[in-house]
């Protein structure tokens, strides 16, 4: 992140609603990339600053692959990494969260059952917090929303994702899912299909807002209702609430002059948060930062803070769940 993006987040600051509560953040990244750097010493600043964030989970971001050996291996590379910024949060000389409690790692699912050694050499780089796979569905016709990886149409029905899929559900390891919203009704069948497998919805289900989708909310929002009903009635699946940091969503805040403050966030993504929580119930719902990717859009403290003001009529045991239970009961923590 830098200097100027900094500088521009610190226009807005805001005291910490509820610093008691205790938080998982189950999905935030570490890379080291030109001019990019979010690692241990950067995490640890922005979750320092009030929230009481007791664990993190790491999620996948094609971080620190290895530069040699079969191309199906090299992401072993990102847990190795990780695991060892884990253990370097484990010393406690980098504040009280347990950074990395969980992490999430990638394996090429279309291998089908041949995936099974990469998903072992995973445990094997991190017996301890290794939990699951990311491996990104997320597809879309038009160019202007792509995520820059290889995807193709239909992956989430694919015989051989599938049967790779069924191996991960079989070693116990969790699905995180990173689709667009118009995909929602495939991971619907692909939930029905394998009932006893974890499936973590990421990003609320990715609702679009460039490109062909930028200019429509209403038809946007009616139209992943819609999606997210159809996933939600699968009781394998929970969701992750937040991601609207991300460009992607079409909010544009990243491009104002001054980013937005708590209360103006919280009643930008409420709808959509609401929908979520009336549709999977607290249990199965789950707050994240998606940092640093929202970071672009505005705080660590602000983000918390719009998500304490959404559920601030909801009960202790159901906040309970949405900021720390349900993360760490889909993440065996």
């Excluded at 990494?81 to 950074?99: D, I, M, N, R």
């Amino acid at each position: 992140m830098s200097t100027q993006r900094e500088a521009w987040l610190s226009q807005v600051t805001e005291e910490a609603i509820d610093p008691a509560l205790p938080i998982c953040d189950p999905h935030h990244h570490f890379w080291d990339r030109e001019g990019d750097r979010y690692l241990l010493d950067q995490l640890t600043q922005d979750v320092g600053i009030g929230h009481n964030i007791a664990q993190t989970v790491f999620i996948e971001c094609h971080s620190m692959y290895r530069a040699r050996g079969p191309e199906e291996m090299r992401a072993i590379g990102e847990t190795e990494f990780v695991q060892g910024l884990a253990a370097q949060s484990a010393s406690g000389q980098y504040g009280p969260t347990e950074v990395a409690a969980g992490i999430v790692a990638n394996a090429d699912l279309m291998l089908g059952d041949a995936v099974a050694p990469v998903l072992e050499a995973h445990l094997a780089a991190s017996n301890n917090r290794f939990r699951g796979i990311r491996f990104s569905c997320s597809w879309d016709a038009s160019p202007e929303v792509s995520l820059g990886r290889s995807t193709t149409a239909g992956m989430l029905a694919d015989a051989g994702f599938r049967a790779g899929f069924d191996r991960l559900q079989r070693m116990g390891l969790s699905f995180d899912a990173l689709v667009f919203h118009p995909q929602l009704p495939e991971l619907a069948d692909l939930a029905g299909a394998f009932p006893n497998a974890t499936i973590i919805l990421n990003h609320v289900g990715r609702p679009l807002g460039v490109g062909p989708y930028a200019g429509r909310r209403d038809e946007v929002f009616a139209d992943w209702q819609k999606g997210i009903a159809s996933v939600a009635a699968h009781e394998n699946v929970v969701v992750k609430l937040g991601g609207f940091g991300n460009v992607i969503s079409g909010y544009d805040w990243h491009q104002r002059d001054v980013p937005p403050d708590s209360e103006e966030l919280a009643e930008t993504i409420r709808p959509w948060l609401d929908y979520c929580i009336e549709q999977f119930g607290p249990e199965r719902c789950m707050f994240e930062s998606n940092f640093p990717v929202d970071k672009a859009s505005y705080s660590y403290t602000t983000a918390w803070n719009a998500f304490k003001r959404v559920t601030a009529a909801y009960s202790d045991a159901e906040k309970a769940a949405m900021f720390q239970g349900t993360a760490v009961q889909a993440y065996r923590l």
